[in-house]
């Protein structure tokens, strides 16, 4: 039997430019189907400054190389 557990974590994004947006983001991981759960926008840097939004992400766990892959997207605010 596997057990859902909570995910909770922090991400950088960065662009070509060196500008940055920060996230968090909580979910669900280890139980049936694909682990899953909100990011959230918390900041940015340079061109995303004030930046404010949020987007569902959805990871497949378990690759042969103990990998996951993800899919992530977000809809966004800037001022």
């Given at each position: 039997d596997m057990v859902t557990k909570t995910n909770r974590g922090y991400c950088a994004w960065g662009d070509p430019d060196g500008d940055r947006i920060f996230t968090s983001f909580t979910g669900k991981?280890?139980?049936?189907?694909l682990d899953h759960g909100i990011n959230t926008i918390t900041g940015g840097t340079g061109k995303y400054e004030g930046?404010?939004?949020?987007?569902?992400w959805e990871c497949e766990p378990f690759l042969p190389n103990g990998g996951n892959v993800c899919r992530q997207s977000f809809e966004y605010e800037l001022p």
């Open positions: 991981i280890g139980g049936p189907g930046i404010t939004g949020s987007g569902p």
